[in-house]
């Protein structure tokens, strides 16, 4: 499976954004997906993950309340949507596939990792 972010950009402290993350190839498999970012100097850290269904998330405790993971399954798309940003969530961007359940939410229980999306917060 090949995975394209989009949707970031510049936005001021407060606002909003919605990432998108498009599947092609083999999605005709259940995949369990993620987000994760990467500020500069920063290791790469969880944000948000959801399963094949929708009807299981976990967030990471900074982004609780403020960003939802939602996906759209006829459509190979998952989202993003971020509310209430701050310059701390500055970062790159990325979606991936969840490939190892018994890993909790580190980033080498993850694959296919898209190309990223740029989020910069003004404040």
């Known amino acids: 499976v090949q995975l394209v972010e989009s949707g970031g950009g510049l936005v001021q402290a407060g606002g909003s954004l919605r990432l998108s993350c498009a599947a092609s190839g083999r999605t005709n498999s259940r995949y369990s997906m993620g987000w994760f970012r990467q500020a500069p100097g920063k290791e790469r850290g969880f944000v948000a993950s959801?399963?094949?269904?929708?009807?299981?998330?976990a967030y990471a405790d900074s982004v609780k309340g403020r960003f939802t993971i939602s996906r759209d399954n006829a459509k190979n798309t998952v989202y993003l949507q971020m509310n209430s940003l701050k310059p701390e969530d500055t970062a790159v961007y990325y979606c991936?596939?969840?490939?190892?359940?018994?890993?909790?939410?580190?980033?080498?229980?993850?694959?296919?990792w898209g190309q990223g999306t740029q989020v910069t917060v003004s404040s």
């Open positions: 959801i399963n094949w269904s929708g009807g299981s998330t």
């Open positions: 991936a596939v969840r490939r190892d359940f018994t890993s909790g939410y580190n980033p080498r229980a993850f694959g296919s």
